[in-house]
């Protein structure tokens, strides 16, 4: 191994190994977390019926329809504009239930306090704190931090 830069020492060496350890090993969960986010939020299915039980509509996390169900009663009891726009709403109520599934799968794999509305929306979240340096600068912070283990 090369001669280590004045600043650093055995013991901080070690403790930045330790630490890239531990990043590497949030990476690989973070990782997984995110693989199991995509199969479960892939199975998600909202679901909405009318109060009379005689239209069922059940969409995908995205809103596609997946099953649609229409008992004969639909049809004698409403005309075809508003039997469409009983599935139209029905649609939109399942849409939002599924949306809601994956805004909690979302929350699991990111955190609670990660405001998954406002993702959806496009508003930037808070960073989160870094426990590396950003730059040169605080470089030398950093290492007395760790040295005294701190970080």
């Known amino acids: 191994m090369s001669e280590l830069p004045r600043f650093a020492t055995a013991q901080s060496v070690a403790q930045l190994k330790t630490l890239y350890s531990q990043l590497l090993?949030?990476?690989d969960d973070l990782k997984a977390r995110v693989n199991d986010f995509k199969e479960r939020s892939a199975a998600v299915e909202?679901?909405?019926r009318t109060?009379?039980?005689d239209i069922r509509v059940t969409v995908g996390p995205h809103g596609d329809l997946r099953t649609l169900e229409i008992d004969p009663r639909a049809y004698r009891k409403l005309g075809p504009t508003e039997l469409s726009q009983e599935i139209v709403?029905?649609?939109e109520k399942a849409?939002?239930?599924a949306g809601e599934q994956v805004g909690d799968l979302m929350?699991?794999?990111?955190?609670?306090d990660f405001d998954?509305?406002?993702?959806?929306?496009?508003?930037?979240?808070?960073?989160?704190p870094s426990r590396l340096p950003s730059s040169a600068l605080d470089?030398?912070?950093?290492?007395?931090?760790l040295k005294e283990g701190n970080l």
Not at 107 to 112: A, F, K, T
Not at 116 to 128: F, I, K, M
């Open 25 to 27: 090993d949030e990476a």
């Open 46 to 48: 909202g679901r909405a």
């Open 51 to 53: 109060p009379e039980d």
């Open 89 to 91: 709403e029905l649609c």
């Open 95 to 97: 849409h939002r239930n």
């Open 107 to 112: 929350r699991s794999v990111l955190g609670r």
């Open 116 to 128: 998954v509305e406002a993702h959806l929306r496009g508003d930037s979240q808070p960073p989160r």
């Open 139 to 145: 470089m030398g912070e950093w290492l007395d931090r």
